[in-house]
């Protein structure tokens, strides 16, 4: 099989440009390789997400985040041999090299199961009141909300469903018999929905305690309020690639201070800065847990997502952030809606379809 030559990179092509072939295949990876084809190295979506959290701009050379050191294997490699060392160090793909260190071929872990349903569970917070959105969520609650000719959360499962994932809980309070009414147990939609009734507020995390699941994979909780483009089977793969207990995605927020910004050493003037712009990472409200981060969740209580993962952190757990550089928006005030709105068509037209 020759699929694996669209992926072939060189080692000045752009962060940008190495995204975009990623995002266009099912492969969710790319190789580097000089003129001659030899083997310089490897690039997932995680490695250019990382080097994205480094600061790294989307204009510099694939080389400066890649794999240099990627694991592979001989021509002398038999295929089950090849299977076998996909399994024991947990890859997605195994490059195929010659004496001479020229990729020939990429067998990929899963090649005949990459469209199978995935038994993940996703958890979507729907009980909030959504106060600021007031007078449209007087009847119905916010995630009901039509953007484009649907609600939110339709386009939020849709997106879920597109990357495999077919089991769903919603945690319902406000105006809940709304959305059930609407999904019921998700067999138009073609997937499983059930829900979760908070008979009181219980945040973001509190309201996981409810959870009658006997879980053995990580879920993915995530905000019904939000619309994304996220390819959540990179998240999840990013979760396992680095051994995460817990993973929250996180946007880049810029702001801008209006202001000359003075830097001085005791008296003295040393710079001004005019106007400076500041970036920094927020929380994107989507999450990845493993089943062991259940034990530190408090039953019937009110537990926000944050106080979740500064307990774990305390705990000195391992705790991953992924950053978002899809499309994402927060549809918390009026102006959000009416630009979800403006630009749904330009989006979310084409959700189901890779």
């Not at 926000?304 to 705990?315: G, K, S, V």
């Not at 550089?325 to 809606?337: H, K, P, Q, S, V």
């Amino acid at each position: 099989m020759n699929s694996w030559r669209k992926i072939v990179v060189s080692p000045n092509t752009t962060l940008l440009e190495t995204m975009k072939i990623i995002d266009d295949t099912s492969l969710q990876f790319a190789i580097v390789v000089d003129d001659s084809q030899t083997l310089l190295g490897t690039v997932t979506d995680g490695d250019i997400r990382r080097g994205i959290l480094r600061g790294e701009g989307l204009d510099v050379n694939i080389e400066s985040v890649m794999n240099v050191s990627p694991i592979t294997a001989g021509l002398d490699n038999t295929y089950s041999e090849c299977l076998n060392i996909l399994k024991k160090h947990k890859l997605n793909q195994l490059p195929i090299i010659d004496n001479d260190n020229r990729i020939v071929d990429i067998i990929f872990a899963g090649q005949q199961q990459q469209e199978t349903n995935k038994n993940n569970l996703v958890v979507l917070m729907a009980g909030g009141l959504g106060s600021r959105l007031r007078p449209l969520t007087e009847k119905i609650p916010k995630p009901m909300l039509n953007v484009g000719n649907k609600p939110i959360l339709e386009t939020i499962i849709e997106g879920f469903k597109q990357y495999g994932f077919t089991r769903f809980i919603l945690s319902v309070n406000y105006k809940k018999e709304v959305i059930q009414d609407y999904f019921q147990d998700g067999s138009d939609l073609g997937v499983t929905i059930s829900y979760i009734e908070e008979d009181k507020r219980m945040g973001t995390a509190g309201a996981l305690s409810l959870l009658q699941e006997n879980l053995n994979s990580p879920i993915l909780v995530m905000n019904g309020d939000l619309l994304t483009q996220v390819n959540f089977e990179q998240l999840l793969q990013f979760h396992e690639e680095t051994d995460a207990t817990a993973t929250m995605c996180v946007r880049e927020y810029e702001y801008q201070i209006p202001y000359g910004v003075i830097e001085t050493k005791g008296q003295q003037l040393i710079s001004i800065k005019e106007k400076p712009i500041h970036r920094s990472f927020v929380n994107a409200g989507i999450y990845v847990l493993s089943p062991s981060v259940f034990e530190y969740i408090p039953q019937g209580k009110f537990y926000d997502m944050p106080d979740l993962f500064n307990q774990l952190i305390d705990e000195q757990k391992n705790v991953s952030v992924f950053p978002v550089r899809e499309y994402w928006l927060d549809i918390g005030r009026m102006a959000d809606f009416e630009r979800a709105d403006e630009e749904y068509s330009n989006y979310f037209n084409k959700v189901g379809c890779k």
